[in-house]
């Protein structure tokens, strides 16, 4: 076998240690200056088109576009009173941490000043195992009943046979499903668009129930609020920049950490007790709504700090993989139905996207003590587990499934596990009618036009419909609709 090429083709080049001249390892630049017979003889031709032909993987089915860095986590504030997860206990202790910022509906290649969702996933590697919140900018999901999934996705996606952005599918899903229009809202007012991601706040929504040493139970929302202040861009300004300048959010991310201004977050969260939850039943843990903060104010926890880029894009960021399923001991996931609905579709979408050892990528693999029944497969396979026993439940000392554990609970028995919910349909008006009332008069204005935008592209009778959809809880805003849509105005 002739290896005269494989050398150098696995020499790897710095280019960022490369001074200008450098030799790049005497690859040869033309292959048929080396070799005159069939390119399919030439092994470093078919090593370069082979490789280069398999370099992409599929991208995230949502928040396709997004960029990273990495950093840690300072806990200010210990929370042991409520939480018994190592990275909350004594404060002043740093945990190393991964973020991915996105957006929610565009492609890898769309602008980073689309009105749509943002995304702030943090991965913590806690001493006990991964930790993953996933975020977005907005203190609201669009919807609480799981099997609306493929409405709201398909909706926000190209047209499947033009391949064309049409924002009829956008809008029907949101008259099916009215209680979008609380998020929905607060993306089309004037302050929707975030600036970049460096002044982005942060929601994981979902109100996580926590558990003590002794095996009491709270329920907690995150918020990450910028040091440096929330800034948001007009719409005109993100239409401009959308065009000349799409990647703005990942390269103000990534020149501000080289530059050595490190961006950083404030970590709070709202707490409710098992008593709060008895009264505000499942509106409590209603990710179609925000919690009152004057109800459940905030109290501060810790701060995220950016202060290192990826090398690798492909290695460090398009492979991270945020999972609702990846909790640490005292932090038991939330009650509700899209949470459980989320632990189940970002595995499965993971397994497809980046295959079944995707924890074994270093970007997601636990900093310490890596026990798990998983073994083989596709690469990269990592340690796999030598002879450790690889089923379980075993005789052995295996490692323990999170919820299998008991806690320390010596007070009073209780049963481990998620709090069982009953949960209502979706009803968020009062926090809709709420947000529109706290605007302005030229807050409505630009929330008006905003909308005018994509609904006087949509078929009549929808535009009808979403008229219709406001008349009764919002009629000012309804008249502004139909105004500019020259539709008539049902009376109610
Ligand atoms: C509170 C509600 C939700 C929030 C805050 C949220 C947030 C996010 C964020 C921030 C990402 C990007 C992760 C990354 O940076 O890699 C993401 C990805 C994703 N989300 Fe959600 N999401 C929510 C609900 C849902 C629901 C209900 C579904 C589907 C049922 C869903 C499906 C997905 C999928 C498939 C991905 C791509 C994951 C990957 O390929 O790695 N999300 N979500």
């Given at each position: 076998d002739n290896n005269q090429w494989l050398p150098e083709m696995h020499q790897f080049v710095d280019f960022n240690d490369r001074t200008e001249?450098?030799?790049?390892?005497?690859?040869?630049?033309?292959y048929t200056d080396e070799f005159d017979g069939?390119?399919?003889?030439n092994k470093n031709f078919m090593q370069d088109i082979t490789k280069l032909n398999r370099e992409r993987i599929p991208e995230?089915?949502?928040?396709a576009k997004g960029t990273g860095a990495f950093g840690y986590f300072e806990l200010t504030h210990d929370m042991s009173h409520i939480c018994k997860s190592e990275f909350l206990r004594s404060a002043g202790k740093r945990t190393p941490i991964a973020v991915r910022f996105s957006t929610g509906a565009?492609?890898?290649?769309?602008?980073?000043?689309?009105r749509d969702s943002r995304g702030f996933s943090v991965k913590f590697y806690t001493k006990e195992g991964n930790f993953d919140l996933t975020g977005f900018h907005?203190?609201?999901?669009?919807?609480?009943?799981?099997?609306?999934a493929s409405t709201i996705f398909h909706g926000i996606k190209?047209?499947?046979?033009?391949?064309l952005y049409n924002f009829n599918p956008y809008w029907d899903a949101v008259t099916l499903v009215p209680e979008t229009l609380n998020f929905i809202l607060n993306i089309y007012?004037?302050?929707?668009?975030?600036?970049?991601?460096?002044?982005m706040p942060g929601f994981p929504i979902h109100t996580y129930q926590v558990e003590n040493e002794c095996g009491d139970y709270h329920f907690v929302r995150f918020h990450f609020m910028p040091d440096a202040g929330v800034k948001t861009i007009k719409t005109q300004d993100a239409m401009t920049l959308g065009a000349t300048d799409p990647d703005h959010a990942i390269k103000d991310l990534y020149e501000a950490i080289k530059r050595g201004e490190f961006p950083s977050w404030t970590v709070s969260v709202q707490i409710l007790t098992m008593d709060d939850v008895h009264k505000d039943g499942s509106n409590a843990f209603d990710p179609s709504r925000k919690l009152s903060s004057e109800k459940y104010p905030l109290h501060p926890v810790g701060k995220i700090v950016l202060n290192k880029n990826a090398k690798n894009f492909h290695e460090e960021i398009e492979q991270l993989a945020f999972c609702p399923c990846h909790l640490v001991p005292g932090i038991l996931g939330a009650p509700d139905k899209l949470f459980e609905s989320r632990v189940l579709f970002y595995k499965d979408t993971q397994l497809y996207r980046?295959?079944?050892?995707?924890?074994?990528i270093p970007v997601n693999c636990?900093?310490?003590?890596?026990?798990?029944y998983n073994r083989d497969?596709?690469?990269?396979?990592?340690?796999?587990?030598?002879?450790?026993?690889?089923?379980?439940?075993?005789?052995?000392?295996g490692p323990q499934p999170l919820m299998n554990k008991q806690s320390n609970c010596t007070s009073e028995a209780r049963c481990p596990g998620l709090i069982q919910i009953k949960e209502s349909p979706a009803d968020n008006t009062d926090q809709i009618v709420e947000f529109y009332n706290d605007l302005t008069e030229e807050g409505r204005e630009i929330l008006s036009e905003n909308l005018l935008m994509p609904l006087k592209t949509i078929d009549q009778f929808l535009q009808k419909k979403v008229v219709d959809i406001f008349t009764t809880n919002l009629p000012d805003l309804a008249r502004r609709l139909a105004k500019g849509l020259n539709c008539t105005l049902q009376s109610n």
């Open positions: 001249g450098s030799s790049n390892g005497g690859l040869p630049l033309c069939p390119l399919t003889n995230r089915v949502v928040h565009g492609e890898r290649g769309s602008s980073d000043f689309n907005t203190q609201m999901y669009l919807y609480k009943d799981p099997l609306r190209r047209m499947p046979g033009t391949n007012a004037d302050n929707g668009i975030p600036l970049n991601y460096r002044h980046l295959g079944k050892n995707h924890n074994n636990p900093l310490h003590n890596i026990y798990t497969g596709m690469p990269p396979v990592g340690k796999n587990g030598g002879d450790d026993p690889n089923y379980f439940p075993n005789s052995y000392n």
